[in-house]
């Protein structure tokens, strides 16, 4: 049978079976899932697009601030910096307070971190730009954790891997637009008014559309739906509230050997990725000097490749449940991706870098709601929002080594060094995740209840 890892004292799966069978009399799916599910995925967008809206474009800031590449190179690692603190205290209030004020938050400081950027026009004011990028890396903590928990609160059980996918899909599309618009409203002309004026137009687009979307989730989102959408939902909802401990939940977790083996190569997996999107504009150019442009656009085609791979695995996961097999599989396709890409940059055709990244992005995106679904699997009934948070905590610690590492070898030994370095981490990974047991107690739930 399955294991629940439930308190001591907790009543079992099967002694609860009378108080599971009231919920699950109510199991209905919500008609406005897809709208907080649109919602969510929109301000995610805002808050990803504002990540790598300096990166994409790291040589046109580096002249206007006058500051170093390292010093934009870290506007994109605030991001990741911020979120290994302050992970379980958002976390807390996500399983004490729900997902209404999570969103909230979120959401809020988004727009407000887009605000603060409009005061940063001068070159003189670099520090106030940083001021606004840390406000939104804040809004992120309030943003990483949440995909699965949406799924699965508001989602049944045959399309809570779709829902997942499309949680994630928003922040890649902001991403995508962060790789994409930046160079196209911002030339890299030399007058530093000029300049400005062009800086101006997208932060304060960026500002308004936050701004909207932080009412929006004011008057749209709701906690949860009136009925739980599944029965491994509504066995978590018949739970006492006494019976659940954070902390104990955590413990559980790092004791969860498969979980632990997933959250390393998680980490590995999507580090990578977050060093790739920060450092491509400078990897391009190194290459291909004038292509800002073009450099955006294979960024663009890195996320849309991506987004492709990561719809097609979770409706791939909700038919078939393999978990462990297509995560293995896209793993090693994430490594073969990016030896291929590694070796084809530097021979001097833009158009087989393009072909090369948008093969390496469908994988190596489309591996991301992978993770947060197995994690979920791995974890039941532990909180989703606890699992996805360990899991982003491991991807930021190995995203800024990655990035670090990987600039610095890129400025003393070339493009070619840097990112055999994160090949060889993507076949750490690979092997790693070969040992991951599919142990997929969420399933064996809604069977037992179904049965029940």
């Given at each position: 049978?399955?294991?629940?890892?439930?308190?001591?004292?907790?009543?079992?799966?099967?002694?609860?079976?009378?108080?599971?069978?009231?919920?699950?009399?109510?199991?209905?799916?919500?008609?406005?899932?897809?709208?907080?599910?649109?919602?969510?995925?929109?301000?995610?967008?805002?808050?990803?697009?504002?990540?790598?809206?300096?990166?994409?474009?790291?040589?046109?800031?580096?002249?206007?601030?006058?500051?170093?590449?390292?010093?934009?190179?870290?506007?994109?690692?605030?991001?990741?910096?911020?979120?290994?603190?302050?992970?379980?205290?958002?976390?807390?209030?996500?399983?004490?307070?729900?997902?209404?004020?999570?969103?909230?938050?979120?959401?809020?400081?988004?727009?407000?971190?887009?605000?603060?950027?409009?005061?940063?026009?001068?070159?003189?004011?670099?520090?106030?730009?940083?001021?606004?990028?840390?406000?939104?890396?804040?809004?992120?903590?309030?943003?990483?954790?949440?995909?699965?928990?949406?799924a699965s609160v508001?989602?049944?059980?045959?399309?809570?891997?779709?829902?997942?996918?499309?949680?994630?899909?928003?922040?890649?599309?902001?991403?995508?637009?962060?790789?994409?618009?930046?160079?196209?409203?911002?030339?890299?002309?030399?007058?530093?008014?000029?300049?400005?004026?062009?800086?101006?137009?997208?932060?304060?687009?960026?500002?308004?559309?936050?701004?909207?979307?932080f009412i929006l989730?004011?008057?749209?989102?709701?906690?949860?739906?009136?009925?739980?959408?599944?029965?491994?939902?509504?066995?978590?909802?018949?739970?006492?509230?006494?019976?659940?401990?954070?902390?104990?939940?955590?413990?559980?977790?790092?004791?969860?050997?498969?979980?632990?083996?997933?959250?390393?190569?998680?980490?590995?997996?999507?580090?990578?990725?977050?060093?790739?999107?920060?450092?491509?504009?400078?990897?391009?150019?190194?290459?291909?000097?004038?292509?800002?442009?073009?450099?955006?656009?294979?960024?663009?085609?890195?996320?849309?490749?991506?987004?492709?791979?990561?719809?097609?695995?979770?409706?791939?996961?909700?038919?078939?449940?393999?978990?462990?097999?297509?995560?293995?599989?896209?793993?090693?396709?994430?490594?073969?991706?990016?030896?291929?890409?590694?070796?084809?940059?530097?021979?001097?055709?833009?158009?087989?870098?393009?072909?090369?990244?948008?093969?390496?992005?469908?994988?190596?995106?489309?591996?991301?709601?992978?993770?947060?679904?197995?994690?979920?699997?791995?974890?039941?009934?532990?909180?989703?929002?606890?699992?996805?948070?360990?899991?982003?905590?491991?991807?930021?610690?190995?995203?800024?080594?990655?990035?670090?590492?990987?600039?610095?070898?890129?400025?003393?030994?070339?493009?070619?060094?840097?990112?055999?370095?994160?090949c060889s981490f993507?076949?750490?990974?690979?092997?790693?995740?070969?040992?991951?047991?599919?142990?997929?107690?969420?399933?064996?739930?809604?069977?037992?209840?179904?049965?029940?």
């Amino acid at each position: 049978g399955m294991v629940l890892q439930e308190p001591a004292g907790a009543p079992s799966l099967s002694t609860a079976a009378g108080g599971v069978a009231d919920a699950t009399a109510e199991v209905q799916l919500s008609r406005l899932r897809w709208v907080v599910l649109l919602l969510f995925s929109s301000y995610s967008l805002c808050n990803a697009f504002q990540w790598i809206q300096y990166g994409s474009i790291n040589n046109v800031f580096v002249r206007f601030y006058d500051v170093s590449a390292f010093a934009i190179d870290w506007l994109s690692m605030s991001y990741m910096l911020i979120y290994i603190p302050l992970l379980f205290p958002v976390a807390w209030l996500l399983d004490k307070r729900g997902l209404r004020l999570i969103a909230l938050a979120g959401s809020a400081l988004n727009a407000m971190g887009a605000w603060v950027k409009l005061g940063s026009l001068k070159p003189h004011l670099f520090p106030v730009t940083v001021l606004g990028q840390v406000i939104c890396a804040l809004a992120q903590v309030f943003i990483l954790g949440m995909p699965s928990c949406i799924a699965s609160v508001w989602f049944g059980s045959h399309e809570v891997s779709t829902a997942c996918s499309i949680a994630v899909f928003g922040n890649q599309l902001g991403i995508a637009a962060g790789f994409l618009v930046p160079p196209v409203l911002i030339p890299n002309v030399e007058d530093v008014e000029k300049l400005a004026y062009h800086i101006s137009i997208m932060f304060f687009m960026t500002a308004g559309v936050a701004s909207a979307l932080f009412i929006l989730v004011i008057i749209v989102f709701k906690e949860k739906p009136p009925n739980a959408p599944s029965r491994a939902q509504a066995l978590i909802q018949s739970r006492p509230t006494a019976e659940y401990s954070y902390v104990q939940s955590i413990l559980r977790l790092l004791r969860n050997t498969n979980f632990l083996l997933l959250m390393v190569t998680y980490g590995l997996n999507v580090g990578c990725f977050y060093a790739l999107s920060t450092l491509l504009n400078r990897m391009v150019i190194h290459h291909y000097p004038g292509e800002e442009v073009n450099a955006g656009r294979i960024g663009l085609t890195i996320i849309l490749s991506g987004m492709v791979g990561a719809l097609i695995s979770g409706i791939w996961l909700d038919k078939t449940k393999t978990y462990k097999q297509t995560t293995l599989v896209v793993y090693i396709m994430s490594l073969v991706g990016m030896i291929v890409y590694t070796f084809t940059l530097s021979l001097g055709h833009l158009w087989v870098v393009f072909v090369t990244a948008g093969s390496l992005g469908f994988f190596m995106t489309g591996y991301l709601p992978l993770g947060f679904e197995f994690a979920a699997e791995l974890t039941y009934p532990e909180s989703e929002g606890t699992s996805s948070g360990l899991l982003n905590v491991s991807a930021q610690i190995l995203g800024i080594a990655f990035t670090i590492g990987q600039g610095q070898i890129i400025d003393r030994f070339g493009t070619k060094a840097g990112n055999l370095l994160l090949c060889s981490f993507l076949f750490l990974g690979t092997v790693m995740t070969a040992f991951v047991k599919a142990d997929l107690r969420r399933q064996q739930a809604n069977l037992e209840n179904e049965q029940t």
